[in-house]
């Protein structure tokens, strides 16, 4: 980033803690519209991220930001579809076939985050990154200061920043929450932690429901893989040179694991789990890219205030099985974006627009966790503002979510807010195609 180097200034109208897609995006839609924001982001990218799916819903974010023609050009594998064996039950969808033209992706979420990133800064929003927030003072009468660690080689030491606004995307690391105390783990039976890395020269399935060597990935389009297993589920998602592949299950599996001995569990789970084991059969193993994440599902009690937000994984974390956590982020940009620009406008108005933006910030939230979440609990979640949101969402875009919700027969609390909204006559399961077995 071309401007990491330079002096951080000592004041701002909105400070931005993290450079995620949440970060990034809201960042990028702020200044676009001339709002003077600083962005700090503690880590430097490209860092270190999960190989991610992501469903076509994501596009008219990009649009909104103006970052599509960045990730149009990067190449990212478009993929076709999904396709899960759960519980013995193969099944499949197209995208294609709920009247999305414009391709889903896999991607390298480094390279991802990276584009999103520099975008923000070519749309004119200052970034410094290697730049840690320790926490935000709210007291001042004046505006928050948030004191930060400069960890930027000679330039290290301590600082702060006053600004008009706080929009916290700093990821799990959550600063605002954690300085709230606001914080809160879901019911015991849905706490899952997730264990990925990545494989060289892995076979992967294309939407014929066959095996395709690796070196095809640009004419035989990739679906998303997920396939049960006695303790949870699998992924498998190809790239362009890597393979992700990530073991999801509840923490009690891992309790008592050190580091090297989940890291033996995931490889020995990748090896013996049907059909995961042949696609990587001949692939190689990237000694030093395991990564693991313990501490989903949660959700923060407090949002939105009049000089503060909380975006995407620093407001909440929900199971990541149908790729709406970067929806998530990317929704939740927007909506901040539009408050934040409103209530620099009319500030006596600012608390009504942070609560605005807090009541679709818990919907989007909701419906994620209804979706995921199945039969269990729905904590932080109002059912009814679940309800009114499925009633606006793009009718494609909520079969589509429907479809993805049979395939894992995961989400009886999204039917039931399906059926409750009215909505329950729908040709989503008419597009789900099951299939009696695989080819690999």
Same mark, same amino acid.
């Given at each position: 980033?071309?401007?990491?180097?330079?002096?951080?200034?000592?004041?701002?109208?909105?400070?931005?803690?993290?450079?995620?897609? &949440?970060?990034?995006?809201?960042?990028?839609?702020?200044?676009?519209?001339?709002?003077?924001?600083?962005?700090?982001?503690?880590?430097?990218?490209?860092?270190?991220?999960? *190989?991610?799916?992501?469903?076509?819903?994501?596009?008219?974010?990009?649009?909104?930001?103006?970052?599509?023609?960045?990730?149009?050009?990067?190449?990212?594998?478009?993929?076709?579809?999904?396709?899960?064996?759960?519980?013995?039950?193969?099944?499949?969808?197209?995208?294609? +076939?709920?009247?999305?033209?414009?391709?889903?992706? %896999?991607?390298?979420? =480094?390279?991802?985050?990276?584009?999103?990133?520099?975008?923000?800064?070519?749309?004119?929003?200052?970034?410094?990154?290697?730049?840690?927030?320790?926490?935000?003072?709210?007291?001042?009468?004046?505006?928050?200061?948030?004191?930060?660690? =400069?960890?930027?080689?000679?330039?290290?030491?301590?600082? $702060?920043?006053?600004? @008009?606004?706080?929009? =916290?995307?700093?990821?799990?690391?959550?600063?605002?929450?954690?300085?709230? *105390?606001?914080? @809160?783990?879901?019911?015991?039976?849905? $706490?899952?932690?997730?264990?990925?890395?990545?494989?060289?020269?892995?076979?992967?399935?294309?939407?014929?429901?066959?095996?395709?060597?690796?070196?095809?990935?640009?004419?035989?389009?990739?679906?998303?893989?997920?396939?049960?297993?006695?303790?949870?589920?699998?992924?498998?998602?190809?790239?362009?040179?890597?393979?992700?592949?990530?073991?999801?299950?509840?923490?009690?599996?891992?309790? *008592?694991?050190?580091?090297?001995?989940?890291?033996?569990?995931?490889?020995?789970?990748?090896?013996?789990?049907? #059909?995961?084991?042949?696609?990587?059969?001949?692939?190689? /193993?990237?000694?030093?890219?395991?990564?693991?994440?313990?501490? #989903?599902?949660? /959700?923060?009690?407090?949002?939105?205030? +009049?000089?503060?937000?909380?975006?995407?994984?620093? &407001?909440?974390?929900?199971?990541?099985?149908?790729?709406?956590?970067?929806?998530?982020?990317?929704?939740?940009?927007?909506? &901040?974006?539009?408050?934040?620009?409103?209530?620099?406008?009319?500030?006596?108005?600012?608390?009504?627009?942070?609560?605005?933006?807090?009541?679709?910030?818990?919907?989007? /939230?909701?419906?994620?966790?209804?979706?995921?979440?199945?039969?269990?609990?729905?904590?932080?979640?109002?059912?009814?503002?679940?309800?009114?949101?499925?009633?606006?969402?793009?009718?494609?875009?909520?079969?589509?979510?429907?479809?993805?919700?049979?395939?894992?027969?995961?989400?009886?609390?999204? %039917?039931?807010?399906?059926?409750?909204?009215?909505?329950?006559?729908?040709?989503?399961?008419?597009?789900?195609?099951?299939?009696?077995?695989?080819?690999?």
């Amino acid at each position: 980033m071309t401007i990491s180097n330079t002096e951080i200034p000592c004041s701002c109208d909105v400070l931005v803690i993290g450079g995620g897609p &949440a970060g990034s995006s809201v960042a990028a839609l702020l200044a676009r519209d001339g709002i003077d924001v600083v962005l700090l982001e503690k880590a430097l990218h490209p860092r270190p991220q999960v *190989g991610e799916s992501l469903i076509p819903h994501f596009w008219k974010y990009a649009d909104l930001t103006g970052a599509t023609p960045l990730i149009e050009s990067e190449g990212f594998v478009a993929k076709a579809g999904g396709i899960t064996v759960w519980n013995g039950k193969i099944h499949r969808i197209a995208f294609s +076939e709920f009247g999305f033209t414009r391709p889903a992706l %896999h991607v390298e979420r =480094d390279v991802f985050d990276d584009l999103l990133l520099r975008h923000a800064v070519s749309s004119g929003a200052r970034v410094y990154q290697q730049i840690a927030v320790k926490e935000v003072n709210f007291s001042s009468e004046a505006r928050p200061l948030v004191h930060y660690l =400069d960890k930027r080689g000679d330039k290290a030491g301590e600082g $702060r920043i006053a600004c @008009r606004y706080v929009i =916290d995307a700093s990821g799990n690391g959550a600063v605002l929450a954690g300085q709230f *105390g606001s914080k @809160r783990l879901i019911d015991t039976r849905m $706490r899952f932690l997730s264990l990925w890395g990545y494989f060289r020269n892995s076979r992967y399935v294309g939407a014929d429901g066959k095996s395709h060597a690796p070196e095809d990935i640009g004419a035989i389009k990739p679906v998303t893989f997920v396939t049960s297993f006695e303790d949870g589920w699998i992924w498998h998602i190809a790239m362009r040179k890597l393979t992700s592949v990530g073991v999801v299950l509840h923490t009690d599996r891992a309790r *008592g694991m050190n580091g090297s001995e989940r890291e033996q569990f995931f490889l020995e789970t990748c090896r013996k789990t049907p #059909y995961i084991d042949r696609l990587l059969d001949a692939a190689e /193993y990237q000694e030093g890219l395991y990564c693991e994440r313990p501490d #989903y599902s949660y /959700y923060s009690t407090r949002l939105c205030g +009049e000089n503060f937000y909380l975006l995407g994984d620093a &407001a909440s974390f929900v199971d990541p099985i149908y790729s709406h956590g970067v929806l998530n982020a990317f929704y939740n940009a927007a909506m &901040a974006a539009v408050a934040v620009r409103e209530s620099l406008r009319d500030p006596a108005r600012r608390a009504r627009h942070a609560q605005l933006c807090e009541n679709r910030m818990r919907q989007f /939230y909701g419906f994620s966790r209804a979706l995921a979440l199945g039969e269990f609990g729905g904590d932080g979640v109002d059912a009814d503002l679940v309800k009114h949101l499925m009633r606006s969402v793009p009718r494609r875009e909520l079969d589509l979510m429907l479809a993805a919700s049979y395939m894992s027969e995961r989400a009886g609390n999204f %039917h039931r807010l399906i059926e409750d909204a009215g909505l329950q006559h729908t040709e989503a399961p008419d597009k789900i195609h099951f299939m009696s077995r695989l080819e690999l």
